[in-house]
């Protein structure tokens, strides 16, 4: 007996939401990249990137 094709369709958008949702973290963690400070000569985290960052990690773990 063959599956029906709405299972199939499910997964598939399921596996597509799921690559989407990874592929915008990473880029989101890319963006968060250190920058350098010339007042006291060191590196920092891009405050508002990094804040982004959790905020969209924190969505997808109250979800998923």
């Not at 958008?13 to 350098?36: C, E, H, N, Q, V």
């Not at 804040?51 to 773990?61: A, G, R």
Request: proline share 3%; net charge positive.
């Amino acid at each position: 007996m063959k599956k029906p094709r709405t299972s199939v369709t499910k997964c598939m958008t399921l596996r597509l939401l799921y690559t989407s949702s990874l592929t915008g973290l990473l880029t989101d963690f890319i963006m968060a990249k250190p920058i350098y400070n010339s007042t006291n000569g060191l590196k920092e985290w891009n405050k508002e990137n990094v804040k982004l960052h959790l905020q969209k990690d924190s969505k997808l773990l109250k979800h998923g």
